[in-house]
């Protein structure tokens, strides 16, 4: 789901830098050091399920696990998606620099409006409503995800139109493996380990002196 160099226009770059640039930084104010190794597996997570792209036309699409990062990590799925495609641009090249703003916000945009939606029910979710809240998240932000590069392509020059409308059908069963994946993840979590499902915002140690803001 990488856009790549060249296709946006500066007006969209700039808006996606912009954008990332003010999640990122409200990630970073709520991320206190203690879950630090939340972030970095969640990170890790990311950048391994999204490796393997299947190319459709001026982008490719993968699974992105986006909406398990916004249960996970809340607003902290802004720096951890930021870092997971900083590492794929220099290791292999996918995406580009001047779209990883767009990229991170198509990505990260998505998990936030999940925490928002689902952070509270899941803090006393049983295992079935956990499962059914998995599925929700998982198919509200692959979906998302694909709206807003379609977007991004179709501000960017009517010739994108048929791209964007291709990415948008093409991500259709891409939406059944994520809600069918992040609903296995969510209900394994809440059976072994609950508080992993707890964003940060909700966390005890957020009040400990410790935050990295």
Not at 90 to 105: D, K, R
Not at 156 to 180: N, Q
Request: hydrophobic fraction near 60%; glycine fraction near 8%; charged fraction near 10%.
């Amino acid at each position: 789901m990488h856009l790549a160099e060249g296709i946006l226009t500066p007006e969209v770059l700039v808006v996606g830098a912009l954008v990332t640039a003010a999640g990122t930084a409200i990630g970073l104010y709520k991320l206190d050091a203690d879950d630090l190794p939340k972030v970095a597996m969640m990170s890790a997570a990311f950048f391994v399920a999204s490796l393997i792209h299947v190319p459709l036309g001026p982008t490719s699409a993968h699974l992105v696990l986006n909406g398990l990062m916004g249960l996970m990590l809340g607003w902290a799925a802004f720096p951890a998606i930021l870092t997971a495609l900083i590492l794929q641009l220099v290791f292999f090249g996918h995406g580009g620099l001047t779209t990883l703003g767009v990229n991170t916000f198509a990505m990260a945009a998505p998990a936030i409006l999940c925490y928002l939606i689902f952070h509270v029910p899941m803090r006393d979710a049983s295992r079935r409503s956990a499962l059914l809240i998995g599925m929700l998240s998982g198919a509200i932000a692959i979906t998302g995800s694909g709206f807003l590069n379609a977007i991004a392509l179709v501000a960017s020059g009517d010739e994108f139109r048929t791209a964007a409308a291709a990415i948008l059908a093409a991500h259709i069963p891409i939406m059944f493996i994520e809600a069918f994946v992040t609903s296995s993840v969510v209900a394994f979590l809440v059976k072994v380990r609950p508080e992993a499902l707890h964003a940060f915002e909700l966390a005890p140690a957020a009040s400990n002196g410790n935050s990295l803001a």
